[in-house]
Protein backbone atom coordinates (compact mmCIF):
# COMPACT_ATOMS: atom_id res chain seq x y z
CA UNK A 1 0.00 0.00 0.00
CA UNK A 2 1.84 2.84 -1.49
CA UNK A 3 1.50 6.10 0.87
CA UNK A 4 0.68 9.51 -0.22
CA UNK A 5 2.47 12.97 0.84
CA UNK A 6 0.09 15.69 1.80
CA UNK A 7 0.30 18.77 3.70
CA UNK A 8 -1.53 18.88 7.16
CA UNK A 9 -3.82 21.86 5.58
CA UNK A 10 -4.38 19.22 2.48
CA UNK A 11 -5.36 16.66 4.67
CA UNK A 12 -7.67 19.01 6.59
CA UNK A 13 -8.93 19.71 2.99
CA UNK A 14 -9.84 16.12 2.14
CA UNK A 15 -11.21 15.48 5.96
CA UNK A 16 -13.88 18.83 5.37
CA UNK A 17 -14.57 17.25 1.63
CA UNK A 18 -15.18 13.59 3.68
CA UNK A 19 -17.53 15.31 6.29
CA UNK A 20 -19.45 17.64 3.99
CA UNK A 21 -20.27 14.02 1.95
CA UNK A 22 -21.44 12.17 4.70
CA UNK A 23 -22.95 14.56 6.78
CA UNK A 24 -24.62 16.81 4.14
CA UNK A 25 -25.13 15.62 0.56
CA UNK A 26 -25.66 11.71 1.81
CA UNK A 27 -28.62 13.11 3.48
CA UNK A 28 -30.08 15.48 0.83
CA UNK A 29 -29.41 12.62 -2.02
CA UNK A 30 -31.28 10.33 -0.23
CA UNK A 31 -34.33 13.22 0.20
CA UNK A 32 -34.07 13.56 -3.07
CA UNK A 33 -34.53 9.98 -4.34
CA UNK A 34 -37.24 9.73 -2.11
CA UNK A 35 -39.38 12.43 -3.94
CA UNK A 36 -37.90 11.25 -7.24
CA UNK A 37 -39.69 7.94 -6.25
CA UNK A 38 -43.26 9.43 -5.17
CA UNK A 39 -43.72 10.88 -8.59
CA UNK A 40 -44.45 7.11 -9.97
CA UNK A 41 -42.51 5.33 -12.60
CA UNK A 42 -39.24 5.49 -11.95
CA UNK A 43 -38.19 3.70 -15.69
CA UNK A 44 -38.95 7.38 -16.94
CA UNK A 45 -38.53 8.80 -14.10
CA UNK A 46 -35.46 11.34 -15.36
CA UNK A 47 -35.13 12.76 -11.45
CA UNK A 48 -34.88 9.80 -10.01
CA UNK A 49 -32.26 8.47 -12.48
CA UNK A 50 -29.90 11.77 -12.17
CA UNK A 51 -30.45 11.43 -8.40
CA UNK A 52 -29.53 7.55 -8.16
CA UNK A 53 -26.50 8.75 -10.61
CA UNK A 54 -25.18 11.57 -8.23
CA UNK A 55 -26.08 9.13 -5.40
CA UNK A 56 -23.18 6.78 -7.33
CA UNK A 57 -20.14 9.73 -7.32
CA UNK A 58 -21.15 10.50 -4.15
CA UNK A 59 -20.55 7.04 -3.01
CA UNK A 60 -17.67 6.67 -4.60
CA UNK A 61 -16.15 9.85 -4.06
CA UNK A 62 -16.37 8.93 -0.37
CA UNK A 63 -14.87 5.39 -0.61
CA UNK A 64 -12.07 7.26 -2.63
CA UNK A 65 -11.01 10.02 -0.15
CA UNK A 66 -11.17 7.64 2.47
CA UNK A 67 -8.50 5.26 1.08
CA UNK A 68 -6.66 8.38 0.48
CA UNK A 69 -6.87 9.74 4.33
CA UNK A 70 -5.62 6.22 5.34
CA UNK A 71 -2.94 5.84 3.41
CA UNK A 72 -1.96 9.72 3.85
CA UNK A 73 1.80 10.22 4.49
CA UNK A 74 1.20 13.87 6.45
CA UNK A 75 4.03 15.88 6.49
CA UNK A 76 4.46 19.06 8.49
CA UNK A 77 6.30 21.36 6.79
CA UNK A 78 7.08 23.81 8.79
CA UNK A 79 9.43 21.27 10.91
CA UNK A 80 11.42 20.82 7.49
CA UNK A 81 14.46 23.79 6.76
CA UNK A 82 17.39 23.82 4.42
CA UNK A 83 18.04 24.92 0.69
CA UNK A 84 16.97 21.71 -0.60
CA UNK A 85 14.24 21.21 -2.76
CA UNK A 86 11.97 18.67 -1.24
CA UNK A 87 8.20 18.20 -0.44
CA UNK A 88 6.60 21.07 1.24
CA UNK A 89 8.88 23.89 -0.11
CA UNK A 90 8.30 27.45 -1.49
CA UNK A 91 10.48 27.43 -4.32
CA UNK A 92 11.46 30.61 -6.02
CA UNK A 93 12.53 30.44 -9.69
CA UNK A 94 13.42 32.07 -12.50
CA UNK A 95 12.89 31.30 -16.33
CA UNK A 96 16.41 31.82 -17.83
CA UNK A 97 15.05 32.81 -21.33
CA UNK A 98 12.57 35.20 -20.26
CA UNK A 99 13.53 36.22 -16.60
CA UNK A 100 10.22 36.08 -15.17
CA UNK A 101 10.01 34.99 -11.67
CA UNK A 102 7.98 31.90 -10.29
CA UNK A 103 7.17 30.88 -7.05
CA UNK A 104 5.46 27.88 -5.89
CA UNK A 105 5.09 25.33 -3.00
CA UNK A 106 5.42 21.29 -3.82
CA UNK A 107 2.30 19.80 -2.58
CA UNK A 108 0.60 16.43 -3.04
CA UNK A 109 -1.68 16.00 -6.45
CA UNK A 110 -4.54 16.38 -4.31
CA UNK A 111 -3.77 19.64 -3.30
CA UNK A 112 -2.18 21.08 -6.16
CA UNK A 113 -3.51 24.10 -7.39
CA UNK A 114 -1.48 26.49 -10.04
CA UNK A 115 -3.61 29.76 -9.53
CA UNK A 116 -2.55 30.05 -6.01
CA UNK A 117 1.12 28.83 -6.80
CA UNK A 118 0.97 25.50 -5.55
CA UNK A 119 2.36 22.35 -8.04
CA UNK A 120 1.92 18.86 -7.48
CA UNK A 121 4.79 16.80 -6.57
CA UNK A 122 4.30 14.52 -9.67
CA UNK A 123 4.62 17.25 -11.60
CA UNK A 124 7.46 17.65 -14.49
CA UNK A 125 8.66 20.74 -12.83
CA UNK A 126 8.50 19.88 -9.18
CA UNK A 127 10.34 16.28 -10.12
CA UNK A 128 12.73 18.61 -11.85
CA UNK A 129 13.34 20.76 -8.69
CA UNK A 130 13.29 17.61 -6.13
CA UNK A 131 17.07 17.36 -4.94
CA UNK A 132 18.24 20.42 -6.36
CA UNK A 133 19.32 23.66 -4.08
CA UNK A 134 19.88 27.05 -4.69
CA UNK A 135 21.34 28.81 -7.64
CA UNK A 136 20.86 25.57 -9.53
CA UNK A 137 19.77 25.31 -13.05
CA UNK A 138 16.89 22.67 -13.91
CA UNK A 139 16.06 21.70 -17.26
CA UNK A 140 12.05 20.93 -17.89
CA UNK A 141 10.35 18.87 -20.56
CA UNK A 142 7.49 21.28 -21.23
CA UNK A 143 4.85 20.50 -24.09
CA UNK A 144 6.11 23.99 -25.70
CA UNK A 145 9.66 23.03 -25.79
CA UNK A 146 12.27 21.98 -22.98
CA UNK A 147 12.86 25.21 -20.52
CA UNK A 148 15.74 26.25 -18.20
CA UNK A 149 15.04 27.26 -14.61
CA UNK A 150 17.50 28.81 -11.58
CA UNK A 151 16.12 28.51 -8.36
CA UNK A 152 16.80 31.57 -6.62
CA UNK A 153 14.94 30.18 -3.05
CA UNK A 154 14.08 27.41 -0.98
CA UNK A 155 11.95 28.20 1.79
CA UNK A 156 9.63 26.07 4.31
CA UNK A 157 6.88 27.93 5.29
Known sequence: MQRIPMTAEGHAALEAELKNLKVVERPN??????EAREHGDLSENAEYHAAKEKQSFIEGR???LED???RADV???SRLNGDT???????????EESEEESRYKIVGEDE???ATGKISITSPIARALIGKD???VVEVSAPGGAKSYEILKVEFI
Do not use: R, Y
Open 62 to 64: VAE
Open 68 to 70: KLA
Open 29 to 34: IITAIA
Open 75 to 77: IDT
Open 134 to 136: VDD
Open 112 to 114: ADV
Open 85 to 95: VKFGATVTIMD
